[in-house]
C-alpha cells in the first residue's frame, strides 16, 4: 500500500488555503504519496466515518487559485474524553498514513500536537506539520514575515476601505468602520494606513493605560473636531475588533453587546456589528457635545476571508505547500513551516512558540513603538493636540479630554 499524507484545514478561511492544499497534493504526489484530504476539520478524525477524499492532480490543480476552501473547514476542538473514547486510529492505521499536515491558526496547531503525541503513545508514531494561517497576522513568526492569507485580506479590505473613504468626501460625511482581528489590530491598521485613514485604533495603542468604552469614544471624537478646525467636514475611522477582548467585563456591559462564545472560549465576535456599535457610541457622543455629524457603520470582516488570493499569496502558499515535502523528507514532525523573504524553509516547533505556563502560542503584536507604526499616527492620523486647544474651544469646553496623547498616557 502507497504511503499516504492526510491533510486537514481548521478554524477559519483565509486567500490562500487552497493553495497550500493543492501545492502540497501536487508535491507529495509528485513524489509518489497518495494525499488525502479530510473534510470538517478535526471532528472527522474523531468519528468513525470520516469524510474524506484522494486529492488527484486534477482536483489539486483546479483549486489551487481559488478563494475559500476546498476541504470544508471546522472549529472542533477535541476534549480528553474525545481522544479517549471516539479517536479513529483506524483510519490512520489502514490508509498507511505517515504525515498529518494541518492549515489552521494557533488551536489548530495545537491540536495537531496532541494528536501526534497521542498517536506516538498508541505505537503509531506519525509526523505532523502544520501550515500557519490567519488573517490576523498575529501568529509570532520572525519578523517582516507575515501569516499566509493576511496580504490579500488586506488588499480586498483596502479596496473596500478606499472606496468608502471616496463616498464620505463626495457626501461629506463620516464612516466608522471594523476590522477583524481577535487579538492584534494588524489588519485594521494595515487597512487604515493604506486608505490614509485619520484615526485608527487598535488595542496595542493602549499600552500605557486601560482600554475602556470613554476612551475608544474619545479618540473617534478628538480626530471628529481636529478635521472640524481644518475645515474638512468629512472622514473614516477604523477600529480593530480586538479591543473588546481588552476591555473588562464591566466595560464591555456598557456596549450594550452580549457575547456567545465558541469551542474555543473567545467571544464570537463575528455575530454582532462592531461598527453598528462603534458608530452609535460616536454619534451618542457627538450628540452630547451639540456636533453636528453625519455617520456610517461598515464591517470589514466576512468579506475578505474567503476572497481568491493575491499573487503574493499565491507565490507565498505555494511556497509553504513545497516546504511541508521538504521538512518531512528531513524528519521533522512537531513543526510549524516557516518560509523567509528569501526562499528558504525552516521549521518552528512548536513547544518553542508556547506559552509554558498557559500552553498555547501567543499572539504577535502590533509593534506601537516601531517606525512604521509611529510615522503614520505622527503624519497621517488627525487629532486633538494642545496646539488645537483654542480652536477647539468653538466645540468644547475642555479641549484636552480629547487630546491624543493625554487619553493614550503617551
Known amino acids: 500500500m502507497k504511503e499516504a499524507v492526510a491533510i486537514l484545514t481548521g478554524g477559519g478561511p483565509a486567500p490562500g488555503m487552497n493553495t497550500v492544499v493543492g501545492s502540497v497534493a501536487k508535491t507529495f504526489l509528485k513524489k509518489g504519496y497518495r494525499v488525502i484530504g479530510l473534510h470538517e476539520g478535526y471532528s472527522g478524525l474523531f468519528s468513525k466515518n470520516p469524510r474524506h477524499e484522494d486529492l488527484t492532480f486534477t482536483v489539486a490543480d ?81 519578523v517582516g514575515s507575515p501569516t499566509f492569507g493576511y496580504q490579500s485580506a488586506k488588499d480586498q479590505g483596502s479596496v473596500i476601505g478606499q472606496t468608502l473613504y471616496t463616498d464620505a468626501k463626495t457626501s461629506e460625511n463620516w464612516f466608522v468602520v471594523a476590522a477583524m482581528g481577535r487579538s492584534a489590530g494588524h489588519l485594521a491598521f494595515g487597512i487604515g494606513t493604506a486608505c490614509h485613514y485619520p484615526m485608527i485604533i487598535v488595542p496595542e495603542m493602549f499600552n500605557k ?20 478646525i481644518m475645515g474638512i467636514n468629512y472622514g473614516a475611522i477604523i477600529v480593530s475588533e480586538g479591543v473588546f477582548h481588552d476591555l473588562s467585563a ?41 456636533v453636528k455629524v453625519r455617520s456610517r457603520p461598515v464591517e470589514i470582516g466576512y468579506e475578505v476571508r474567503c476572497q481568491t488570493p493575491i499573487a503574493y499569496d499565491l507565490v507565498y502558499c505555494s511556497m509553504l505547500g513545497m516546504g511541508v515535502y521538504k521538512l518531512f523528507s528531513e524528519g521533522k514532525s512537531g513543526c510549524m513551516v516557516y518560509v523567509d523573504p528569501a526562499g528558504e524553509v525552516s521549521p518552528l516547533f512548536l513547544k518553542d512558540l508556547q506559552d509554558p505556563t498557559i500552553g498555547k502560542i501567543p499572539p504577535r503584536l502590533v509593534d506601537i513603538n516601531s517606525n512604521k507604526v509611529q510615522s503614520v499616527i505622527h503624519n497621517l492620523l488627525h487629532f486633538i493636540t494642545p496646539e488645537d486647544y483654542e480652536a477647539a474651544k468653538q466645540y468644547v469646553a475642555n479641549p484636552e479630554d480629547y487630546d491624543f496623547y493625554k487619553i493614550l498616557n503617551w
Open 62 to 142: 483546479d483549486i489551487f487559485n481559488r478563494g475559500g476552501s476546498y476541504l470544508v473547514m471546522s472549529r472542533f476542538k477535541p476534549t480528553d474524553d474525545n481522544f479517549k473514547n471516539d479517536f479513529n486510529l483506524d483510519f490512520f492505521v489502514k490508509n498507511n498514513v505517515k504525515l498529518l499536515v494541518t492549515v489552521g491558526g494557533d488551536d489548530t496547531a495545537s491540536t495537531a500536537n496532541r494528536i501526534a503525541k497521542f498517536l506516538t503513545e498508541k505505537n503509531y508514531p506519525i509526523a505532523n506539520i502544520h501550515v500557519p494561517k490567519t488573517i490576523d497576522n498575529d501568529l509570532p513568526l520572525p
Open 209 to 228: 493605560t486601560t482600554i475602556t468604552v470613554d476612551k475608544i469614544v474619545k479618540l473617534m471624537v478628538s480626530s471628529v473636531l481636529k478635521r472640524k
Open 250 to 290: 464591566e466595560e464591555i456591559e456598557k456596549t450594550g453587546v452580549q457575547f456567545t462564545y465558541d469551542a474555543h472560549g473567545h467571544p464570537e465576535l463575528g455575530k454582532i456589528s462592531k461598527a453598528q456599535v462603534f458608530n452609535t457610541m460616536l454619534e451618542n457622543a457627538l450628540a452630547e457635545i451639540k
